[in-house]
């Protein structure tokens, strides 16, 4: 079940990053850059001090380090090929002191497990920027099979999972993708149903 889980999520996460990648070139996304950046920033952070609190190696948190590669691919993808709206805002700007203040906290503690544990929560405020984006245009700008496989990855990856760090990381990317998923469902459906009602009121006007 090791075994599985492993090439399981490496599988999903590369076929998720290929996937994103053509989907930015093609402009038929507009990712948040400053979500990414702060992903990249968080995620070496995790997978650093996870390795550094017990004997576990890269392999032991499967998602953190798969994450790792992703998460920067695609940060250098958005700034290549990103438009303009996928810029930094007051709002992202705000998250990424956040992030800030937490990196300078473990450099002067070295306090590995503690440091963790709150960057897992930076990576919770690391998806308001692409959320407030959803709630503001009203919209969804974010891919649906990229999110449903960055749904399903953590869930295998607690099969290879070794220790309290590396559960909390999957458990907490799956709640966090659950909820952006849900909030996109949302999105489209309101959408579905205007377009719906519009149609509606066209023919009973004539």
Known sequence: ?????????????????????????????????????????????SLITYLSEGNYGLFDNIMNTVDLIYVVTISIAIFIFGDKSSRFSSFDKGCLVMVLIILIFWIFTQNHKETNILIQLILVIAYFPVVKRLIDSKENSEPFLVWIGMLIAPVISLLSSKGLLATIYSIRSL????????????????????????????????
């Open 175 to 206: 709640i966090c993708v659950g909820i952006l998923l849900s909030l996109m469902l949302r999105i489209e459906f309101i959408k579905k149903r205007n377009q719906q009602n519009s149609k509606g009121h066209n023919v009973a006007n004539p």
């Open 1 to 45: 079940m090791r075994e599985f889980s492993i090439y399981s999520v490496t599988l999903i996460i590369f076929f998720i990053t290929v996937r994103y990648i053509w989907l930015l070139v093609k402009k038929k996304i507009k990712p948040t850059l400053a979500m990414w950046i702060i992903f990249s920033i968080a995620i070496i952070m």
